[in-house]
């Protein structure tokens, strides 16, 4: 039986990763799901990471995703449940109620680990979650170190991995560093990218500008958010003056 971590390089399971092997536990594999998705700064995370694995005779794997990202969004035929009417193409956005992307992640990392033990970086703030995923295979090191999310990432940041993007930490303005266009992004992260990650924005935009559907609901499209985060700034550069 083999010992896999998955990990998807933000905080929690690259700290995982990190104290697995600090304290020496068995680890034969590491397994990074990509969809294509992610931040800049969670490719060169890894980047950083796989000549450790390297050196230390631990199997890298990358699995993608069974249809692109994008055709499962915008193009996938749809059909209305329990019939063969297409009734709309592409799922949208993923997050909320329909986080298709994330079922798709976790239903390939179940299928990979197949029975062996499965290293999962969820922390000591997540018991409901734990218990959830909860079987056989799974294991949950971060939980059983009483290690929290706020550790997780000082512990990576002692260890000199920032995630930095534009000059600015995304920890610093993302409560998770997760796929750049999921739908499950708060307003107060959305307006940090507005902010700070424009080249996201305008990406973001692009995803708004060919689907119906507004990505945080009715009145609240790309298109909307962006005109209430610029009368914002606007309100905030007047009071200033005054």
Known sequence: MKHIASISFGKDSLAMLLLLIEKKYPLDEVVFYDTGKEFQAIYD???????????????????????????????????????????KHGYSWCGGTCRWGTTDKLKALERYADGNIEYVGLTSDEPMRIEKKRNGNKAFPLAEWQMSE??????????GFLWIEDGVRLYDILDRVSCWCCRNKNLKELKNIFIHLPKYWDKLRSV?????????????SLFELEARFKREAELCSETFKH
Request: aromatic share 10%.
């Open 150 to 159: 706020m550790q997780c990432l000082e512990y990576c940041y002692s260890k």
């Open 45 to 87: 995370t890894r980047d950083k990471v796989l000549p450790l694995l390297k050196s230390l005779g631990i199997k890298y794997t990358e699995l993608i995703p069974e249809m692109p990202f994008d055709y499962k969004m915008f193009d996938k035929p749809v059909k209305k449940r329990g019939t063969d009417i297409v009734h």
């Open 208 to 220: 708004q500008g060919r689907l119906k559907e507004p990505m945080k609901g009715k009145g609240k």
